[in-house]
């Protein structure tokens, strides 16, 4: 991190990034409260500040939103913090970054923008949450949200730092001291948010989101940092083409290679003949063969891919070598200096490394409440059994990557066996579209019985465009509350909806002789 800091000029020239960046190192510190309890100890910080996650990218100015800070802090000395929140993608196909992450629900007063709840491990299989009554006798009006991004972006005060001295149980940022604040009553503290709209925010968290995020960033949604502008240190200049493409001055292309749309080559890389690069990102130094097929994929530096190669949604590292004919299926994850032997075929979502897998694979915000004690488990390595003449594929079982007599080498390194979800959900943060079986699983998970209801109802369900999504949700009858009730079961989970309920006309409804009080519980359950 240091000497990434030195080359992009960020250290020791504040001239010309009107800032310096100093690291602070610490060797004990192994979750974000240690790191605070850190820079509390030393008395680095003394106002206000950013705490901004490291896999956050965003492109917003946090003008607006330190001013809001500082002036709610002025009439209220309890206001610690205001988290950066925004929409998520409504669109089925495009709602890529919530995939694989824990689902989060929040409840915000709408006047005020408190956040009175906070709940990222929300239950899926009962589409319901859980609510303390003292939040809505306290509130008479709240809005319930499943639509919003944790943008990781927090203005704090200096309380938090002295807080999490004074809580040594404060691992996790959210888990822990955003829970904790909201439910302590004797401190009185509270954590506001502030929602960003036209700017850019996303965290990357697991596969799918880094590639999420790395199309909007080819697509130009995070400008100014795009590949065009956004060079310095060791990186070296790209330029813009048509249809969205990105090379570098000094790359070698063959006139038989196509380079399609929403791609980039990097510096000093060269493409053989008949190649077809579709939606991918080619790093710098990289040999590329003839007839070598690559879509959808994220190749890194000095990657070498022989002739015949194909290569699809998938991320393949440094100095990785891919002899010929070899076949990387949709989802693989092959680490640093991997080598894949002469026509072997890569299984889909396989995870291959040169080191042994850690006996708790624990994902980058699990670490920042991680137990030292954590082991290393032996992982078996990769050899190749041949299923067929043309395609051998991967068992494990040790093997050497000398040639052989067939003409068919191994991949030597280990591959991580799936965690405690099992491969079955490997697709969740992959690189890999979605399997339309299980988009069609998503959708059937929240979509309604056609059986509960009449042909008359389905005909006459109110449509999407019928609903504000901040509208308020009054006394309706019998009918309309059933279709409003399935209308919404039927949403896809991913799409943006929120409900501000006005609890007077909640209880009016269940005052009604024809209501009863079970119909509280369909009100949350829907939100």
């Known amino acids: ?8 000029g960020w250290t020791g020239k504040p001239a010309a990034r009107e800032m310096a960046v100093t690291a602070v190192e610490s060797h004990d510190a192994i979750s974000a409260g240690d790191a605070l309890r850190v820079m509390y100890g030393r008395g680095i910080i003394n106002g206000d500040f950013v705490l901004i996650s490291g896999d956050t990218i965003s492109n917003m100015s946090l003008k607006d939103a330190l001013q809001e800070h500082k002036d709610r802090r002025k009439k209220d000395p309890l206001a610690v913090m205001t988290m950066i929140i925004k929409h998520s993608k409504p669109s089925i196909l495009t709602h890529q970054t919530r995939l694989g992450n824990d689902e989060i629900v929040m409840a915000i007063a709408p006047e005020t923008k408190e956040l009175l709840y906070y709940e990222d491990k929300a239950d899926n299989s009962h589409l319901c949450v859980t609510i303390d009554k003292d939040i809505l006798a ?16 927090d203005i704090c005060s200096p309380e938090v730092l002295s807080l999490f001295t004074d809580n040594f149980d404060y691992q996790h940022l959210r888990r822990h001291f955003v829970k904790g604040l909201l439910v302590d009553d004797i401190m009185g503290y509270k954590i506001y948010t502030h929602e960003i709209r036209s700017s850019y925010a996303a965290r990357i968290d697991n596969f799918r989101s880094y590639d999420a995020v790395s199309k909007d960033i080819i697509q130009r949604w995070t400008y100014p940092m795009v590949p065009d502008v956004l060079s310095f240190g060791n990186c070296h200049e790209m ?30 890389t060269s493409i053989g003949e008949q190649c077809k690069i579709s939606n991918s990102v080619i790093g710098e130094g990289c040999s590329i063969g003839k007839n070598v097929l690559i879509h959808g994929s994220y190749i890194w ?3 070498i891919i022989e002739d015949g190669c194909k290569v699809s949604n998938s991320l393949v590292c440094d100095d990785v070598h891919l002899k010929a004919g070899a076949i990387v299926e949709p989802g693989c994850i092959l680490s640093f200096k991997i080598k894949v032997g002469k026509n072997v075929v890569v299984p889909a979502y396989s995870k291959v490394s040169l080191l042994n897998k850690p006996s708790n694979e ?24 041949k299923s067929n003449a043309d395609h051998p594929t991967i068992i494990c079982e040790d093997d050497d990557l000398g040639a052989s007599e067939t003409g068919t080498s191994g991949v030597l390194g280990y591959i991580w066996a799936s965690g405690d979800t099992g491969i079955q959900d490997e697709w969740r943060q992959s690189i890999a579209p979605i399997p339309k079986e299980k988009l069609q699983e998503l959708q059937h998970a929240v979509s309604f019985d056609d059986d509960e209801g009449s042909e008359e109802d389905l005909n ?25 009730e399935k209308e919404v079961s039927s949403i896809y989970l991913g799409f943006s909806y929120s409900f501000c309920l006005h609890f007077a006309d909640l209880f009016t409804l269940l005052r ?13 359950k829907i939100i």
Do not use: W
């Open 138 to 153: 306290n509130n008479p009006t709240l809005q319930l949200h499943n639509n919003m991004e944790d943008c990781y972006i």
């Open 239 to 268: 330029k813009l083409h048509r249809q969205g493409i990105y090379k570098a001055s000094d790359v070698t292309l063959s006139h038989s290679a196509q380079i399609g749309a929403n791609s980039v080559i990097g510096n000093a």
């Open 1 to 8: 991190v240091k000497e990434h800091l030195e080359e992009a």
């Open 460 to 484: 006459n369900r109110p449509s999407e465009a019928d609903h504000d999504n901040d509208s308020e949700i009054s006394v309706v009858e019998d009918d309309d509350y059933t279709k409003f």
């Open 301 to 303: 530096d000095n990657v």
């Open 362 to 385: 624990d994902s980058d915000e699990e670490l920042e409440y991680a137990d030292t004690n954590s082991g290393i488990t032996d992982s078996p390595p990769f050899s190749i059994s």
């Open 512 to 524: 009604s002789k024809r209501r009863s009080s079970g119909h509280l519980m369909g009100f949350i």
